[in-house]
């Protein structure tokens, strides 16, 4: 399982919250890293490739990890 790096966006919640918003971690840092990556890979595709879109996710999925752990240094 690869790191996904927390929470892209955490914030605080007072327990009191909880009924109204439940609490929740949504996306984590790897898959914002990836939707950028990949938003950089699909305006830039040229669409005269063979690189299926399986392929550029899997590349931004890749660079995510790569950010990941740069970060940590």
Known sequence: ????GGP????E??????????RSQGMS????FAAAA???YLAS??????TTFAEYAQSAYDQADAMIT???K
């Open 1 to 4: 399982m690869n790191d996904d």
């Open 8 to 11: 892209a966006f955490p914030t």
């Open 13 to 22: 919640q007072a327990a009191t919250d909880t009924a109204f918003f439940p």
């Open 29 to 32: 840092l790897r898959d914002y």
């Open 38 to 40: 990949l938003q950089g």
């Open 45 to 50: 595709m040229d669409y005269e490739d063979s």
């Open 70 to 72: 740069e970060r940590a």
